[in-house]
């Protein structure tokens, strides 16, 4: 089939093109974000491949089902991007990748928990300048600390059972509790895990309940100098609210992989650019922010099932061999 794959970067390119060794359809990649205005390069594309900061709003659904298209392919899991009503209304198909590595993301989320805790990354640029000093690096042990995720599906419990291993203790709140969690994670109402967690970790995909749920009266359950993790969705955290608890020391420590408007800046090489978006630069003045710019998945790993099971989902559509992992407006319950 011809998909017109977009927002493509060469290691898109490298892995895609592996796996299509097996399903040999006919890749077009556009390094372009798919947008109303780049909608039209999708013209007689019967297949269209998008990412997470790719709009699928109803007007790019419009063009793309004008254009002939019929079938999205999204590598990513998350489907909040997509008009899922308007997609069903045109007839169109939506696949997505389900789960492609939970581990990768989860490590990336202990791995922002650590660096922050530990200025890792403060103390790198310190020792290359010759600067020994320990002043402002103290930390703190992870072992009997209490940890809250919210949102305990396939990255959170993978993220429970890391913390766990460091011996900290497990809150979590999910409206619906998983049958897979370890003894270990109690579940608990959010104003408890506001209240008694250490560390924060947000796990819960974007959706109309989710949106801004880490908003002024949250942060203001929680404990003082809380450790805020965010690899989920941007807008799940009201960045101005974070911003006014960074500043009153409410939040001790701010992670983030996921930025509300990061369709703007990740992904790219802006580095000789202005940066607009004075949020986020104010968000990086403070000394106990870290922010990576969306790579929690980024690992070989990934990549790999990523590109698998993107084309699996084409191929399928198509009626070949493999599952279809079709997501519905059900999906969004
Ligand atoms: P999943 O679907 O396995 O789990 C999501 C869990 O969140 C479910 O148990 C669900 O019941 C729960 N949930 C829904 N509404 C909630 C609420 N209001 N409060 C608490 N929990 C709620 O999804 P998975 O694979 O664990 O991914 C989680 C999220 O991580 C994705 O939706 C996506 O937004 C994000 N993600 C980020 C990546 C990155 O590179 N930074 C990569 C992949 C996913």
Same mark, same amino acid.
């Given at each position: ?30 390094? #372009? ?13 019967? #297949? ?8 699928? $709003? ?7 089902? +004008? ?18 009503? =308007? ?21 990336? #989320? ?9 200025? !890792? ?8 300048? /010759? ?6 690096? *103290? ?8 940890? /809250?995720?919210?949102?305990? /599906? ?10 766990? /291993? ?12 998983? #049958? ?10 959010? =104003? ?5 967690? $250490?560390? *924060? ?15 002024? +009266? ?24 974070? *911003? ?12 983030? $992989? ?13 580095? +000789?650019?202005?940066?607009?978006? $004075? ?15 969306? +790579? ?7 990549? !790999? ?15 070949? =061999? ?12």
């Amino acid at each position: 089939m011809r998909v017109a794959v977009f927002s493509t970067k060469g290691y898109d390119r490298t892995f895609l093109d592996r796996a299509n060794e097996a399903h040999q359809h006919e890749l077009v990649y556009f390094d #372009a974000r798919l947008t109303a205005e780049t909608a039209p390069l999708a013209q007689d594309f019967p #297949a269209v491949c998008a990412f997470v900061n790719d709009r699928l $709003d109803h007007e790019v659904l419009q063009i793309l089902h +004008q254009g002939g298209t019929r079938m999205i392919a999204l590598r990513s899991a998350g489907f909040n991007h997509v008009d899922l009503p =308007e997609a069903e209304a045109l007839g169109m198909t939506v696949g997505r990748v389900p789960a492609y590595s939970p581990h990768a993301v989860a490590e990336h #989320a202990v791995a922002l928990v650590l660096s922050l805790n530990r200025m !890792t990354f403060r103390a790198y640029n310190r020792v290359r300048e /010759g600067n020994f000093s320990l002043d402002g690096l *103290i930390g703190f042990d992870l072992h009997g600390k209490t940890v /809250g995720v919210i949102g305990t /599906g396939k990255i959170g419990l993978i993220f429970a059972e890391i913390m766990h /291993g460091f011996g900290c203790r497990i809150l979590a709140s999910d409206p619906h509790p998983s #049958a897979d969690a370890k003894d270990f994670v109690e579940y608990v109402p959010l =104003e408890r895990l506001y209240a008694e967690s $250490d560390i *924060i970790s947000l796990h819960c995909p974007l959706t109309p309940e989710t949106d801004h749920l880490i908003d002024d +009266q949250a942060i203001a359950q929680m404990k003082d100098g809380v450790m805020l993790i965010n690899t989920g969705r941007g807008r799940v955290v009201d960045t101005r609210a974070v *911003i006014e608890g960074l500043k009153r020391g409410k939040i001790g420590h701010l992670g983030l $992989d996921v930025y509300e408007e990061e369709e703007k800046l990740f992904f790219q090489d802006l580095s +000789q650019r202005v940066i607009n978006d $004075d949020l986020f630069m104010r968000l990086i003045t403070f000394h106990n922010v870290l922010i990576t710019g969306h +790579q929690a998945f980024f690992t070989a790993e990934a990549l !790999t099932n990523i590109a698998e099971t993107t084309l699996t989902n084409i191929t399928a559509y198509e009626g070949g =061999e493999g599952t279809l992992h079709q997501v519905t407006v059900q999906h969004m319950a």
